[in-house]
């Protein structure tokens, strides 16, 4: 069994920073791509950053710039620094790996519970 566990989430003003966490643990032989996505009520979920474990990293356009991902891969644990937050990025942000379980030749997607991030004044 594979879990993702996320934290760091919270209200924070216009213009505030906030750090996500998440880290997988479990039955894991390895991981593959990590990433964050965030959905928004009424709007579909979409990619905010990922990472592969060689470093390689991809942005949504709305965060470009204002956001950092970065991972420990001896954690399996990866990072979200936002910054310039507004009240445009509020919504629900979930982990998502890809990982090969213990036994398992495949890689499969898993993803976290969510944690709600709030930008208001």
């Known amino acids: 069994q594979v879990q993702l566990v996320e934290s760091g989430g919270g209200l924070v003003q216009p213009g505030g920073s906030l750090r996500l966490s998440c880290a997988a643990s479990?039955?894991?032989?390895?991981?593959?791509?990590m990433g964050w996505y965030r959905q928004a009520p009424g709007k579909q979920r979409e990619l905010v950053a990922s990472?592969?474990?060689?470093?390689?990293?991809k942005y949504g356009d709305s965060v470009k710039g204002r956001f950092s991902i970065s991972a420990d891969n001896s954690k399996n644990t990866v990072y979200l620094q936002m910054n310039s937050l507004s009240p445009e990025d509020t919504a629900v942000y979930y982990c998502?790996?890809?990982?090969?379980?213990?036994?398992?030749?495949?890689?499969?997607?898993?993803w976290g519970q969510g944690t709600q991030v709030t930008v208001s004044s």
């Open positions: 998502n790996a890809n990982v090969r379980p213990l036994g398992s030749t495949y890689y499969y997607n898993y």
């Open positions: 479990g039955s894991i032989f390895s991981v593959n791509v």
């Open positions: 990472i592969t474990p060689g470093g390689s990293t």
